[in-house]
């Protein structure tokens, strides 16, 4: 749902909320085996179920735009609360008996804020300036169960009869806290052409707890990102631009160690030339 109020000529908030739940299948954790042909490579294993792997996601946000309106520019508030929680309920023998089940589940939680002002658009030079922050915890869970009436008396391993009990749970906790502050300047240095530079600052804290194994680390990831821009107008139906920029995303925890906890940040400059046109 939606509803936009009108508090003064000057003053609207706009505030959204919507809940959503969804029931259907789901592709499967499965194990893999390594390739007698190419050693460095894994192959499928041919996939045997007792039953259908099972997935559900409930998902509700709400969030609130104020637009404050001024003859020097506009101040813009957008706060946000998002909730996702998923299952997902599948055999973890992956043979036609029923021995062991398993219950995976990801609950996320998840806050932003992001204030900005932007300066009125019919200016020579135009700019824009803010900050952001977002908070996520995610914890993330693995339940393997076992059917006892397959392992003890009276050793039945029949999918229709199961008495399912957890035999290990673990379960790794994330924690985000997301801060960024940006600006962005436009000029205008003839009709025909314009200049940009944009300046951005990330840093993201991260935490991880292996709650099970009695483990857990920190990191910080952050960058400087700038932006660079010219473009030129020839007429109404050409410009042309070229522009170079700074990108960035962050690193993170692995739920395993198989490809090790840790993994870095990725950094990339980018240069782009072209044109817009019409006809």
């Not at 041919?46 to 099972?54: K, R």
């Not at 995610?138 to 003890?152: D, K, M, S, T, Y």
Request: proline share 4%; hydrophobic share 35%; glycine share 6%.
């Amino acid at each position: 749902g939606r509803m936009i109020f009108k508090a003064t000529d000057n003053l609207t908030m706009d505030l959204r909320a919507s809940y959503s739940e969804i029931e259907t299948g789901a592709a499967l954790f499965y194990p893999t085996t390594v390739s007698p042909v190419w050693p460095n490579t894994t192959v499928p294993n041919v996939l045997i179920e007792d039953f259908e792997a099972i997935a559900n996601r409930e998902i509700n946000d709400v969030y609130l735009k104020i637009d404050w309106e001024t003859e020097n520019g506009t101040l813009t508030s957008v706060t946000g609360q998002d909730e996702l929680f998923e299952t997902l309920n599948q055999s973890f023998d992956w043979l036609q008996i029923s021995l062991i089940e398993g219950l995976l589940t990801t609950d996320t939680e998840t806050f932003t804020q992001e204030l900005r002002w932007v300066s009125p658009g019919e200016d020579r030079m135009r700019y824009i300036v803010g900050g952001f922050y977002q908070e996520t915890q995610r914890i993330r869970g693995v339940e393997p169960r076992l059917n006892f009436l397959c392992v003890a008396p009276p050793f039945d391993c029949s999918p229709e009869n199961k008495f399912l009990g957890p035999v290990n749970v673990s379960f790794v906790e994330q924690n985000f806290e997301v801060m960024a502050f940006f600006g962005q300047v436009e000029y205008d240095f003839s009709e025909n052409l314009t200049g940009l530079f944009s300046l951005r600052y990330d840093e993201d804290d991260r935490s991880v707890t292996r709650i099970t194994l009695g483990f857990d680390d920190t990191a910080t990831f952050s960058l400087w990102q700038p932006k660079f821009s010219l473009s030129y107008d020839w007429n109404d139906d050409l410009m042309t631009y070229a522009s170079a920029a700074r990108g960035f995303r962050s690193g993170g925890f692995n739920d395993t160690a198989a490809f090790g906890f840790l993994y870095d940040q990725e950094e990339v400059w980018t240069y782009e030339l072209g044109f817009k046109s019409s006809y």
